[in-house]
């Protein structure tokens, strides 16, 4: 077994995926699929995973990169889901995946003395309780004045508000945590393959037995059979039911956007939570940088690549603006995601309204799709699924071990946070770059660094970000990456932490990854231009006043792996 996600384990796979059979075999690489792959291959069933593009490449890698309980789900009375959420929050804070998950103190902001603070107050407390009961250690909320708010949030507009409430939640990196547990899933056997569509579905009479599909790298035809099939497609599940035979179109999405603005923009110590007329405003400090985010408007189009207009921008930029002293221009957004919330349709007014809760159905024998759902119950979600699937079938499993499992990476950096300074001596590296690697990699850093030590140009950073060329090695080899895409967009974060939006370091990262993926000189080129196209379709789609006309714009650049498979 291995956490390698390396190309020869591609071929390895793709080989034994081929012909194969399976117990559960799950299509679609986002955190809920991943979560499915892990739970089932930790309960000993074989299992195999099958991605169109690249692990969280879709809504998974998009979200506000937060583990919370989702305080604004008080207001709705939604307690079940806020105590799950809180729960799992913790347990993945503490067990399963300390090193990819940090506290961070946010801020509700107060404009009223009396009735809102005993109001938010209250829903606050409540979560806090809640939380509590949920393992939580993080420090208990407290009461801040005008002039506490002010010293914790230097940049706020004082008059604008007459104190707050601070209290704590979770940050990731998104991508990086739905890597980890697939990678997770393979050290227990599971089989990850990314790059390949499912094009069809195998049938004995009735039952769905298998899955057809094409490898988008090399053209190759699969077929694949397996006791049950687990479709974790998100805002794709009803194309993915159609080749079922199912024709309902229940399944709606929801667009979020969110901008990236360089840290010292905001002057302040804490994050900030508050309404808005039509969502929900977050500022996430997250490391060197502000996530600002999120809308919530009804998407029509496409779900491959939502694109951001002109209009979501300047929303979010009134609404940060309504909140700063010093106000924000679009000249200070370095970069901007788009990702699609899976909802259950329903009768609400605006998705915003619609249930966050994830929603298990059988809709072929031997076949499951599980729908909607929160980034932070993603592990409940992939066992109350794995479950679902066998019952439908009756059949028994074992029950899910997932909450006693680390993610890789985990074990061991307890250890390794006490020995920063002893590592940065021994490497020749800065405290600051070992506790960064240490929060994307956990244990795994002593790969990163054993690659620094074999060679010591990998220790040199990419140009324009704080990343190292031994990280992209490492993407390559043990991470699955295989286009310039992957470790731009979701390996590092480069698309959207430098003004240049990663095409400055994109032809040294594909120069390293070259040598490793076996690239001649037309596959490198092809590469670069894609890339290049990629980050021109998106700047031009962020100027568009409305979704119909920045799809278009987003839309003129294809998919790598499209590109790839003809």
Not at 82 to 108: C, D, G, M, N, S
Not at 278 to 294: E, Q, Y
Not at 481 to 508: F, K, M, N, Q, Y
Not at 515 to 522: N, R, V
Request: one cysteine or more.
């Amino acid at each position: 077994m291995t956490a390698a996600l390396s190309p020869s384990y591609r071929t390895e796979t793709l080989d034994a995926i081929d012909g194969g059979t399976f117990d559960v075999i799950v299509v679609g690489g986002g955190i809920t699929g991943v979560g499915c792959a892990l739970d089932a291959a930790t309960r000993g069933l074989s299992v195999a995973l099958v991605e169109q593009r690249d692990i969280s490449s879709g809504t998974s890698s998009r979200s506000s990169k937060l583990f919370h309980g989702g305080l604004r789900y008080l207001e709705h009375l939604n307690f079940g889901l806020v105590k799950e959420a809180l729960h799992e929050r913790e347990l993945i804070r503490q067990t399963i995946a300390p090193h990819l998950v940090w506290p961070i103190p946010f801020v509700y902001p107060l404009r009223h003395r009396v009735w809102e603070r005993a109001y938010v107050g209250a829903g606050i407390a409540l979560y806090d309780g809640m939380a509590r009961l949920g393992g939580s250690t993080l420090p208990r909320q407290w009461h801040l004045g005008r002039k506490e708010l002010a010293r914790v949030f230097p940049g706020i507009k004082r008059k604008a508000f007459v104190g707050g409430i601070r209290y704590f939640d979770a940050g990731t990196d998104d991508a990086r945590y739905a890597l980890a547990v697939a990678r997770t899933a393979s050290s227990y056997g599971a089989r990850i393959l990314t790059s390949a569509r499912v094009t069809g579905f195998v049938h004995d009479g009735k039952r769905v037995a298998g899955i057809r599909a094409t490898c988008l790298e090399t053209g190759r035809s699969l077929e694949a059979r397996a006791r049950v099939i687990v479709n974790a497609t998100g805002v794709w599940t009803d194309r993915t039911e159609a080749l079922v035979g199912d024709e309902r179109r229940d399944v709606t999405a929801s667009k979020g956007i969110h901008i990236v603005v360089p840290k010292d923009r905001i002057d302040s110590e804490v994050g900030f939570i508050t309404r808005t007329p039509t969502s929900v405003l977050f500022l996430i400090p997250h490391r060197h940088f502000w996530h600002i985010g999120t809308t919530d408007t009804p998407w029509e189009l496409g779900p491959a690549h939502p694109a951001a207009s002109r209009a979501d921008i300047d929303y979010l930029l009134e609404q940060a603006n309504g909140v700063l002293a010093d106000p924000l221009t679009r000249d200070d957004v370095l970069g901007v995601y788009a990702g699609l919330r899976p909802l259950v349709r329903g009768d609400a007014e605006s998705t915003a309204k619609l249930s966050r809760e994830h929603a298990i159905r059988s809709v072929a024998p031997g076949f499951v799709t599980i729908v909607g759902g929160k980034y932070t119950t993603y592990r409940v979600m992939a066992e109350d699924t794995i479950d679902r699937a066998f019952e439908s079938i009756e059949e028994s499993v074992g029950p899910s071990v997932t909450s006693e499992v680390p993610l890789v990476g985990a074990e061991g950096y307890e250890e390794l946070r006490g020995q920063v300074d002893d590592l940065a001596a021994a490497h020749r590296l800065a405290a600051d770059d070992v506790e960064r690697l240490l929060s994307r990699y956990g244990s795994d850093i002593q790969t990163i660094l054993d690659l620094m030590e074999a060679d010591p140009s990998l220790a040199e950073r990419l140009p324009s970000g704080v990343y190292h060329r031994a990280e992209v090695i490492f993407a390559v080899e043990h991470e699955g990456a295989l286009h310039l895409d992957d470790v731009l967009t979701r390996r590092t974060r480069l698309s959207i932490e430098c003004a240049d939006r990663g095409t400055e370091a994109a032809p040294v990262v594909a120069e390293l990854m070259a040598g490793l993926l076996g690239w001649d000189g037309s596959t490198v080129t092809r590469e670069l231009a894609h890339y290049e196209a990629r980050v021109a379709a998106e700047r031009e789609s962020q100027t568009m006043d409305d979704d119909e006309t920045a799809d278009a714009a987003r839309m003129g650049a294809p998919d790598i792996r499209t590109l790839g498979s003809a």
